[in-house]
């Protein structure tokens, strides 16, 4: 599943820096995430890491873009060109 950033974000910028997909640029009003690159950085950490940072807790699983454990490692593969 990916995450979502919800309007209680303060634009902070301290999740942007540590998305190491690229997922996460400042939007218009607040930070958003591209569902076609966030992994909940699976292959990457064991816990997404903009949810470690994020002082307000306003990043949550985005239930529009469900993905199981598996799709999200086929995602981080497809991503990073790497076979696991």
């Not at 909940?40 to 239930?63: A, F, M, N, R, S």
Request: proline letters at 7%; aromatic letters at 4%; hydrophobic letters at 30%.
């Amino acid at each position: 599943m990916s995450l979502i950033i919800d309007d209680e974000c303060i634009n902070c910028d301290v999740c942007e820096a540590e998305c190491p997909n690229g997922a996460i640029s400042q939007g218009d009003e607040i930070y958003m995430v591209d569902p076609l690159k966030c992994t909940e950085c699976v292959g990457h950490y064991d816990t997404p890491q903009c949810i470690e940072v994020c002082p307000v807790d306003c990043i949550l699983k985005d239930p529009r873009h469900a993905e199981s454990p598996e799709q999200l490692w086929a995602k981080f593969e497809q991503l990073t060109g790497s076979n696991g």
